[in-house]
């Protein structure tokens, strides 16, 4: 189930009515229509901000296709350097998780097990790219 648009980092409620007024709710309806940097550049003036703040929300939503990542560990990915599912992809699990280790220390959250970040790895390598760069 994809995640709602509330529950992306950086949405504000300004960009999610919106959002929600183009009929888009959820991050799996918003990636489909962001995919290019055409789209995004087209997406970014409908809503009135900044080219980066849409790729930033594209590469959240892409990163919501990663069964177990949801909202906080979303963020910790981030925090550790890997927003995007393409990122993801080329991680070595074991160094990934040591890094991860290191960054839910400093953010007070509690580190994923292995085996997660392992499932989140081998998921990435396998989902259909859909944001082009």
């Not at 189930?1 to 950086?10: D, H, I, N, P, R």
């Not at 300004?14 to 929600?20: A, F, H, P, Y």
């Not at 991680?91 to 989140?120: C, Q």
């Amino acid at each position: 189930m994809a995640l709602s648009l509330g529950e992306l980092k950086g949405m504000t409620a300004g960009v999610k009515q919106k959002l929600n007024g183009m009929g888009l709710y959820d991050a799996e309806a918003f990636l489909a229509k962001v995919k290019t940097p055409k789209d995004r550049q087209e997406m970014a003036a409908a809503l009135n901000v900044g080219d980066k703040t849409v790729l930033e929300l594209a590469n959240r939503a892409d990163l919501s296709r990663i069964v177990g990542v949801g909202e906080v560990y979303s963020d910790l990915l981030e925090n550790a350097g890997v927003d995007t599912v393409k990122e993801l992809a080329v991680r070595v699990p074991a160094n990934l998780h040591t890094t991860l280790a290191e960054v839910a220390g400093k953010n007070n959250v509690r580190v994923p097990a292995m085996s997660f970040v392992e499932n989140w790895v081998k998921q990435a390598k396998k989902l259909p790219k859909l944001l082009e760069y």
